[in-house]
């Protein structure tokens, strides 16, 4: 949200939707840029810090990371590229035949994508519901921000995604 905003303050000339007006394609489409660099790095940083993928216990007396071997999803391996991105590839010049990541990267990179591209859309819908009900914010707790559920509205939509994507794809594969 927070580069959407930027692209689209700096960037912006083209209205996204009028139910927002003040949401341009110019934010939109840095917003998701900014948001794919973003959940790549944070893949790619988290994995690094053992308490962030092992279990941490309370003993009572203070927490204590387990001694745990972390997850497939953490471990380098090397993958095919798809024949058909192989053929866009070489449009350019360039020969991709194999790729060499974590798949916590390639994971990260689908709730990045899913994040800029779909949960805005979350937003609209609290935009269009207040509307209908004629009200500019949900409340007033947060001043000049339109309240709390103005701050949280994609974030239902995104945690109902992740929790449905980790228990699909990455803890049914043998986490």
Known sequence: ???????????????????????????????????????????????????????????????VISNCEPGYVFHQQTFSVPPGLQTFFSMFGITWNEITMRPIHFHGLVMAMFASLIAPFGGFFASGFKRAFKL????????????????????????TFVFVYYYSFIKSIGV
């Open 136 to 159: 500019k914010d949900f409340g007033d707790l947060i001043p000049g921000h339109g309240g709390v559920i103005d701050r949280m509205d994609c974030q239902f939509l995104m945690g």
């Open 1 to 63: 949200d927070i580069m959407a905003y930027f692209f689209g303050f700096f960037f912006g000339r083209t209205p996204l939707i009028k139910l927002s007006p003040k949401k341009t394609w110019e934010g939109f489409i840095g917003g998701f840029f900014a948001t794919m660099v973003f959940g790549f790095m944070v893949s790619k940083t988290m994995y690094q810090y053992k308490h962030l993928i092992c279990p941490v216990e309370y003993d009572g007396s203070a927490l």
